[in-house]
């Protein structure tokens, strides 16, 4: 089945600096790749996807890469802000055998942006 | 546009006892799954209905089992509990079987003693 590991575990960085989360998946078949932001108490909530017939998205102060011939995707978060804290975790999945629900996540990285 | 909702928010059982968990899927999905999430981890795909049936489960043993009804509504049923079952248990919906965004509810914090 697939793994999906992520780095780090944590993060702090400075309000206004960016912040970079890693993720690498092992499925070569996985071609799914969401973001997700879960805070203190609730859900994750997506907040940026990718798929593999792409190799870059960006949303605003948000961006994702893929390198699928390395097999690891990256979340950029420019300017941070103190509303950016918050535990993120990478997902994967195959879209086409194993259905888009059926999502892997990250063990998740905890932001911390400081003012 | 009601959000996906999860009832109960907290509850505590005993090693053995069993239990059904609550999701009201967000209004027009008709796809819903559950995940695990244990402290500090990530959540764990446990299965996906829809139209009524399971179509997919990741790596959960029988003892969890689910439902879903024609109000698109779910249950997840977890029999024989233990002390790992302990975790947040996370409802998502979303409008197709295999594309798209999963909407999640807030969860459920089981804890088995």
């Known amino acids: 089945g697939e793994n999906v590991e992520q780095h780090p575990s944590t993060l702090s960085v400075q309000e206004g600096d960016s912040a970079v989360i890693k993720c690498t998946y092992s499925d070569s078949a996985s071609n799914y790749f969401p973001w997700y932001k879960q805070e203190l108490g609730k859900g994750p909530q997506l907040i940026i996807d990718i798929r593999s017939n792409v190799g870059e998205k960006k949303d605003q102060r948000i961006a994702v890469t893929l390198n699928k011939t390395a097999k690891h995707f990256s979340l950029h978060i420019t300017e941070t802000q103190p509303e950016d804290s918050a535990v993120y975790f990478c997902a994967a999945s195959d879209e086409v055998t194993g259905g888009g629900n059926k999502l892997t996540f990250g063990t998740g990285t905890q932001l911390k942006v400081e003012l | 546009e009601t959000g996906v909702t999860q009832s109960p928010t907290h509850l505590i059982k005993t090693r053995g006892q069993q239990v059904t968990l609550r999701c009201s899927s967000q209004s027009g999905h008709n796809t819903v799954s559950w995940y695990q999430q244990a402290l500090g981890q990530g959540p764990q795909f446990i299965f996906q209905y829809y139209r009524e049936e399971e179509n997919g489960r990741g790596n959960f043993p029988p003892r969890f089992s689910g439902l879903q009804f024609p109000n698109n509504s779910s249950e997840l049923n977890v029999n024989a509990l233990e002390l790992d079952d302990s975790a947040l248990y996370l409802c998502?919906?979303?409008?197709?079987?295999?594309?798209?965004?999963?909407?999640f509810g807030e969860g459920s914090r089981l804890t088995v003693l």
């Open positions: 998502a919906s979303s409008s197709g079987q295999g594309t798209g965004e999963l909407f």
